[in-house]
């Protein structure tokens, strides 16, 4: 078995879209950034990287590639899951926490699993999400971005 973490934060703007795990949430702040920002996903693609010591989604898909421009961060993820199955891994279980102050994820939880369980081809029983609020305090609680955790087990398959 091997064990991966990935984290990542993006700043958040105004009147950018705001997709996390793949899922369009109503909310007039988005991830600003150079693929479609969704944070959550490119945790946990470090995650699946970091687990198989592979490097990080920035030597992958490099910021200064305009192919990877409004990017679906789920198109790359399939990718990256790609890479790890082709190594001989498969996915025992992810779990994923996203740090913002707005708005509420908890209406959008049970969608965002599916979203990655399906990217994945995972049964929807090993993916968590789960989000949480900083209190208002640092530069989560003021809104001006949004942080996400990710930790992974991968087991290698066997023949
Ligand atoms: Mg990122």
């Not at 091997?2 to 988005?30: K, M, N, P, Q, T």
């Not at 479609?36 to 470090?46: E, F, G, R, T």
């Not at 490097?55 to 992958?60: L, P, S, T, V």
Request: glycine letters at 10%; proline letters at 3%; charged letters at 25%.
């Amino acid at each position: 078995m091997r064990i991966g973490f990935g984290y990542d934060v993006h700043r958040l703007v105004e009147g950018r879209r705001c997709v996390l795990c793949g899922v369009e949430i109503a909310s007039d702040f988005g991830p600003d950034g150079h693929s479609d920002a969704d944070v959550p996903v490119h945790a946990l693609m470090d995650a699946l990287l970091g687990a198989l010591a592979l490097g990080d989604i920035g030597k992958h898909f490099p910021d200064i590639d305009n192919k990877w421009k409004n990017a679906d961060s789920i198109e790359l993820l399939k990718s990256v899951y790609a890479l790890v199955s082709g190594k001989g891994y498969t996915l025992g279980n992810a779990d994923i926490t996203v740090v913002l102050e707005s708005p509420r994820l908890s209406p959008h939880i049970e969608r965002m699993r599916y979203m990655l369980a399906d990217a994945l081809g995972a049964d929807i029983s090993a993916i968590s999400v789960k989000a949480t609020t900083e209190e208002r305090l640092g530069f989560t609680g003021d809104g001006s971005g949004i942080a996400a955790y990710a930790i992974v087990l991968l087991q290698e398959q066997t023949v």
